[in-house]
């Protein structure tokens, strides 16, 4: 499943791609067609992302699809809410587009681009109250720029090991395996600590941290957590050999340590972490 870097990547590359223009939308696959009716010939006015939820707002038009004039708004806004889940994929086009593939659930095109996504958890339109609703249940989104401070509440009141928390989107949005792992090395705490037992110093280097490593994977398009100082070529990343401090590298020496990296399963997921760096 996308982590939240990739969710507010898409979030800014669509904006680029369809903002601002006259949409024809239609689901191939035909499990949306009504919510494609509904924005087809609207005006895609914004693409935000919080965690790992998308939501991609339009506006109905008064001069039909693809007017080549921007419209007047008419009507009330439409958000199209989209999470992706574990098989969820878009397509982006400028020019000519391929052919949707059956599996394609809804196809937004504008006169020189085209989105397709296939596969999503969730694809369907919200009211506002239904918006306010689904994000008063997110936590804190660190390339939102929001308050920390109630991430830091909700951990306070959780007994359960911060590694199981971090993954629970009520307390912090769009942290995936791979930040939680990676984040819990660099501060030093293992995955087991109960919530609650980690100060707030530490949660600020924690969550100082992730809004730098996500807004670092928003712009590369892909999580590298390893320090210049901790690579055999301090210059240049090695191509999947050393993107990570702990994750996916059971049993191999830890990069600062040389101890050979744990790995167990917490919250139904693999957890990975250095026994000496992040003692128990």
Known sequence: MPEGHSIHRFA??????LGGQVIAASSPQGRFSDGARALDGGTL????????????????NGLGRRAKSRPTPVGPPLTLHVHLGLYGRFREYRGIASPPTAGTRLALTSDD?????????????IDPAAEEMLHARLGPDPLRGDDPAPAFEGMR?????????LLDQRVISGIGNVYRAEILFLV???????????DRTTFDRLWTLLRTLMADGERRGRIIT?????????????????YWYVYKRAGLPC??????????????RMVFACPVCQPA
């Open 12 to 17: 800014r590359l669509h904006r680029a791609l």
């Open 45 to 60: 006015d914004e693409v935000q992302a919080h965690g790992k939820h998308l939501f991609y707002r339009f506006h109905a």
């Open 113 to 125: 681009a085209e989105l397709q996504l296939s596969g999503p958890t969730v694809c369907e339109l």
């Open 157 to 165: 009141r959780r007994s359960a090991g911060i590694g199981n928390v």
């Open 188 to 198: 030093g705490v293992h995955p087991d600590r109960p919530a609650h037992a980690v």
């Open 226 to 242: 390893v320090q210049p100082q901790d690579r055999r070529a301090p210059s240049s990343v090695s191509p999947g050999d050393e």
């Open 255 to 268: 990069r600062r340590c040389s101890t050979p990296i744990n790995t167990w399963e917490l919250g139904g």
